[in-house]
C-alpha cells in the first residue's frame, strides 16, 4: 500500500503545480497587462482583479479548513469576492499571486507527507477529507485560472 499511497500523493502534487491538463498560475499570468487589472469586456461578470482575489481567497481558505481547529467559515459569497475592480496600488496583484503560491505550496507539503491522512475526516468539518480538500483547490483554482486566460485573451484581443 505504501507504493500506491505515494503514487496518488505524487499525483496531487502534480495536480497542485498545474501543467499536464492544467497550466500552472505562475506562467498563466506572467506578464499579464497591470492595464488589464481592472478591465472587463461587456458582459463578464468579473475582471481579472476580482479574479485573482477570489482564487487567494478561497484557497486560503480551504487550506484554513484543512489545518486550523478553530476554523470559521467566511460569509458566501461577501467574503469570498473582492469588491474592488482593480487592485489599489500594482504591487497588490504581485502579492496576492505569490499568497496563491504560498498556499498551494502548502497543499502540496500537506499532500506529500506520509503522515497526513488523505483519507480521514477533518474532525471540525462535515464528512470531509484532506483529499477531498486538496482536490478542491486544485479545481477551483484551474478553473478560475481558465477565466483568467479567457479574459486576457478577450481583453487583448479588443485593443
Known sequence: MAGEDRIVRDNLIEFLRGGSAHMDITTALKDFPPALYGAK???????A?????HIRITLHDLLDFCT????????WPKEYWP??????FPSQWKASLK???EDLAAFEKLAGDPTSNLYAQIPWGE?????????LAGDHTSYHLGQLIQLRKQLEDAK
Open 41 to 47: 469586456p461587456k458582459g463578464a461578470p468579473h475582471t
Open 49 to 53: 482583479w476580482q479574479l485573482l482575489e
Open 68 to 75: 486550523v481547529a478553530e476554523y470559521v467559515a467566511p460569509e
Open 99 to 101: 499568497a496563491i503560491q
Open 83 to 88: 469588491e474592488a475592480h482593480a487592485p489599489g
Open 127 to 135: 464528512g470531509q477529507t484532506l483529499l477531498r480538500e486538496i482536490l
